[in-house]
């Protein structure tokens, strides 16, 4: 833009940094708010449950009356969030109404596995949209290509739980696997992970496809063509960089899908992490549980965005110019 | 791919056209996904009316039947027709992704066309409110939403409506204060029509034609997401047939009958690509170089 100045280098590069980072935090606290709200909204009284969670059959008001001040319901709201935030920080998530354990300690004891599985598709999808991608532009218009366009079109119109739950089916059917075993370990996360990162891929592999497609006409492309670069020189050099921004973007985006859908994920490969936790407090209606799944994958959510547009940054120094 | 995801076009692929419907039906892929979603709303308007047999019986002399003539996808391990529970599921899994999709579109046109063109604190208070609704991912927020209110369908809806409402209330936002920029609306202006017939007559039909655009490309992936739930157990309770519903309750089975996929899973990928081929079809429309 004409008039603008440069930021120079890595100055405009920590300031943009810094203003994002606060952006995040900002984002962290409202949602910590509509989280902390969920307690204070579910319907019923809370110390009756409370009480009721801890085994007491016949409540008195004195009983009532004593659980509401422990717990600090007397307190006005403000106060409440305070102190609710408070604990939260220190890792304290409150008890679960139904088992009586902390929360922190039941959720601890099922992250890994979510992790594990989670992690690993993500990373499936990140190396199968590009090893795709970049064979479909390699070979345009080719075989392979039709059928990578084939493969897009439909893993973009099956739901995730569908196309796992036919891949799936597929396995355990068609290659006599007999029953998928769960044990949460990283050689039981491979072949869910799998399926999971397949169907992930699609749309990457679509959206990596046509930039890099764009990028193969571009200006740059053709100069570097004129002064007699390979195909798969301008390819891995010249375009591939330049689409990695929408690409990391398109991830960001997808990260909170794929925390949001791993109950569903879980639920499908019967899974031991937190989705299934969460399906759990659900249908019991276990509010502390609740709040405390909602809370990490809003954290994660928030986090996996702020990384990835950190990572843009540092990547893109056109980001790094104050907008006008 | 699921719902709150890349699906969503950033903006309308089309502007304010009054011919989408006879230039999509001309343009191949825009053809197919039209007829794909007009035989599907014809399956569940028949559906909801008529089944081949009692969608809700069970019949145990009839279990875990193979497709045959009579059973044209088989039976399920009560010895239900899958057809007919899929054809009666139909109406629940298409009308309650319409349900939720025009309470989003309502809310999302109201909200955003004030905050555009009031603009000032109103503008900034709206915004404000779809920023909060927007700090959890949607799904995420469904969750919440659905552990605050109970399992089960209306509540469901609920849950999907507040998921979703802001990001339709912002792009209403941008579309009207577009419109409010273009030359017929200045024309209104200087001619001095008053206001509220500017808004009414020629600012909100372009905003709500080009938001109704972008909400029936969203009906593959809401139809998706409900059955997701109801898979779940969190929206269509049992007896009642959904498709997602209706993959939960024989997935016990599908290593014995993998045909009792097919209907369900056949139905929601087909109503996804429908859509996707018609949103394709819009893009192509809108940008005519070679895709």
């Known amino acids: 833009m004409i008039g603008t100045i440069r930021t120079s280098g890595r100055g405009g590069m920590v300031a943009a940094a810094l203003a994002r980072t606060a952006q995040a935090v900002l984002t962290a606290l409202a949602a910590s708010v509509i989280v902390w709200a969920l307690l204070p909204l579910a319907p019923g009284d809370v110390a009756t449950r409370v009480l009721l969670a801890r085994g007491v059959q016949e409540i008195s008001a004195a009983e009532l009356d004593a659980t509401r001040a422990e717990l600090g319901l007397n307190d006005p709201l403000p106060v409440q969030f305070l102190h609710w935030i408070g604990r939260v920080v220190q890792g304290d998530l409150g008890q679960s109404f139904t088992s009586q354990a902390p929360v922190t300690q039941e959720i601890l004891e099922r992250l890994p596995a979510t992790l594990i599985l989670l992690g690993l598709a993500l990373a499936l999808s990140i190396l199968l949209s590009l090893l795709l991608a970049l064979i479909a532009v390699g070979y345009r218009d080719g075989w392979p290509d039709r059928a990578i366009r084939l493969y897009t079109q439909i893993g973009a119109a099956l739901p995730t739980f569908v196309f796992a739950l036919l891949a799936l089916t597929f396995i355990v059917v068609g290659l006599q696997m007999g029953r998928v075993l769960s044990d949460a370990s990283w050689r039981a996360a491979l072949v869910p992970a799998f399926i999971i990162g397949l169907d992930r891929a699609a749309g990457w592999t679509q959206l990596l496809r046509a930039g890099l497609l764009e990028a193969m006409s571009s200006g740059y492309a053709e100069v570097a063509r004129a002064r007699g670069a390979s195909r798969r020189r301008i390819l891995l050099r010249h375009t591939l960089p330049n689409t990695a921004l929408p690409f990391l973007t398109a991830i960001g985006v997808s990260i909170g899908a794929l925390i949001g859908g791993a109950p569903l994920i879980e639920a499908i490969f019967t899974w031991p992490g937190l989705g299934a936790y969460l399906l759990e407090a659900l249908s019991a209606r276990n509010y502390p549980v609740i709040q405390a799944y909602v809370l990490i994958a809003a954290l994660s959510y928030v986090t996996a965005a702020l990384l990835v547009d950190l990572i843009a940054l540092a990547l893109d120094p056109r980001l790094r110019e104050p907008r006008s | ?237 049992p007896p009642r047939a959904e498709w997602g519903a209706l993959l939960a309750e024989s997935r016990l089975y599908f290593s014995l009958a993998p045909w009792l996929l097919v209907a369900p899973a056949g139905l929601i990928f087909l109503s996804v690509l429908s859509a996707n081929l018609i949103g394709n079809a819009l893009r192509d429309l809108a940008s005519p170089k070679e895709a």
Do not use: C, K
């Not at chain 2, 209306?154 to 409010?180: E, G, M, P, T």
């Open chain 2, 1 to 237: 791919m699921s719902l709150f995801d890349l699906t969503r076009p950033e903006a309308p692929p089309l502007a304010g056209d009054r011919h989408v419907l006879s230039r999509l039906w001309r343009h191949p892929s825009g053809r197919a996904g039209l007829l794909a979603g007009l035989a599907l709303m014809l399956f569940a308007l028949v559906g909801a009316v008529w089944t081949p047999h009692p969608p809700d019986r069970p019949d145990y002399a009839r279990a875990l039947h193979a497709p045959s003539l009579s059973h044209p996808f088989g039976t399920d391990a009560t010895g239900r027709d899958l057809l007919s529970r899929a054809m009666d599921g139909a109406h629940r899994s298409i009308g309650s992704a319409l349900v939720v999709l025009g309470a989003v579109f309502l809310i999302g046109l109201l909200v955003g066309t004030t905050a555009g063109l009031a603009g000032g604190p109103t503008d900034m208070a709206l915004m404000r409110l779809t920023d909060i609704a927007m700090t959890l991912p949607g799904l995420v927020l469904a969750f919440a939403v659905l552990g605050l209110l109970g399992p089960g369908f209306v509540n469901l809806l609920i849950a999907l409506i507040i998921a979703d409402w802001a990001w339709y209330a912002r792009l209403a936002r941008s579309l009207s204060l577009d419109a409010r920029q273009r030359p017929h609306v200045i024309a209104a202006r200087m001619a001095g029509i008053p206001p509220w017939r500017i808004v009414w007559g020629h600012i909100l039909p372009g905003v709500a034609l080009r938001l109704g655009i972008v909400a029936s490309l969203a009906l593959g992936g809401m139809i998706g997401a409900i059955s997701g739930f109801s898979f779940l157990g969190l929206g269509v309770q």
